[in-house]
C-alpha cells in the first residue's frame, strides 16, 4: 500500500510568505505527527494529533505556525509570515495505534526561505 | 531540546565490519526506537524495545537497553555499503496522554565499499 506522502517536496518562499504543507498519511492510520529537522539534526516534535483532535501542539516554536486535521486524515502544516530561522525540512509520521507503534515517515518538503 | 544524545557523531567503517551506535536518554520511558534516514528521505523504522527488554535481535541487527544508565546501543553485524545513512534513537515522552517522541541527534555512519 502507499506509505506516508507530502506535497511539495520542495518549496521557496520570499521571507514574509505564508506557506502550507501537506501531508497524507497512511489511509486508517490514527496518530499523526509533525516534525522540524534542521540540517545534521534529529527530527523535533511540533505537533501530535489523535484522529481530528491535536492532543500536544508543545513543540510548535511560535503562534506564527498552525496545524490541522479537520476530518482525521489529512494534515496540513501552515507557517504565516515566515522567517529565515523556519528553513528546515518538515516530516510528517504517522502510526497506527495511540503512539505506541512504529511511525512511518515521508520523505518531507525541504523548506527555504530567502 | 533534543533529549537523546548519540555517540560517536560520525563512523566511518570498512564493509563486514560491525558498526556500535550508542544513545543516551534523559528520564524513564516506556519504549526506545531506532530509525535510519538515507540522506533526503524521511525516517524508517528498524527496531523497537521496550522498557521491560533488555536485548532485541532483528536480522543483522542487535540492539540493547539498559534503562538504569538510560542508554541503549545498536549493533550492526557486517556491514553493507547500503547501510550508510544517519541513526537516530528516539523515545517516547508520554506525557499527559499524549505521545510524543524525541529523537537524538543522530550517528552519520559511512560503510566503505
Known amino acids: 500500500g502507499a506509505g506516508v506522502s507530502q506535497s511539495p517536496r520542495y518549496k521557496v518562499a520570499k521571507r514574509g510568505q505564508d506557506v502550507a504543507l501537506r501531508c497524507d498519511p497512511i489511509?486508517?492510520?490514527?496518530?499523526l505527527f509533525w516534525y522540524q529537522q534542521a540540517l545534521g539534526q534529529g527530527p523535533e516534535f511540533l505537533t501530535y494529533?489523535?484522529?481530528?483532535?491535536?492532543?500536544?501542539k508543545s513543540g510548535l516554536p511560535s503562534d506564527r505556525f498552525f496545524a490541522e486535521r479537520p476530518e482525521g486524515s489529512v494534515s496540513t502544516l501552515k507557517i504565516q509570515r515566515t522567517q529565515q530561522e523556519d528553513s528546515a525540512v518538515y516530516l510528517c509520521?504517522?502510526?497506527?495505534?495511540?503512539?505506541?507503534?512504529?511511525?512511518?515517515f515521508g520523505d518531507g518538503t525541504r523548506l527555504s526561505i530567502l | 531540546s533534543q533529549q537523546g544524545e548519540e555517540d560517536p557523531q560520525a563512523l566511518s567503517i570498512q564493509e563486514g565490519e560491525n558498526a556500535t551506535m550508542n544513545c543516551s536518554y534523559k528520564t524513564s520511558i516506556n519504549n526506545l526506537q531506532w530509525y535510519r534516514q538515507n540522506s533526503g528521505r524521511g525516517l524508517v523504522h528498524l527496531i523497537l524495545i521496550r522498557s521491560n527488554e533488555r536485548e532485541k535481535h532483528s536480522g543483522r541487527l542487535r540492539v540493547t537497553l539498559d534503562t538504569s544508565k538510560k542508554s541503549s546501543s545498536l549493533l550492526i553485524t557486517a556491514s553493507r555499503a547500503a547501510d550508510t545513512a544517519s541513526y537516530f534513537c528516539a523515545t517516547d515522552a508520554r506525557t499527559s496522554g499524549t505521545y510524543k517522541y524525541i529523537f537524538g541527534t543522530g550517528t552519520r555512519l559511512k560503510v566503505l565499499a
Open positions: 494529533f489523535q484522529n481530528e483532535a491535536q492532543l500536544d
Open positions: 509520521a504517522s502510526s497506527d495505534d495511540r503512539g505506541r507503534q512504529p511511525q512511518h
Open positions: 489511509s486508517g492510520h490514527v496518530s
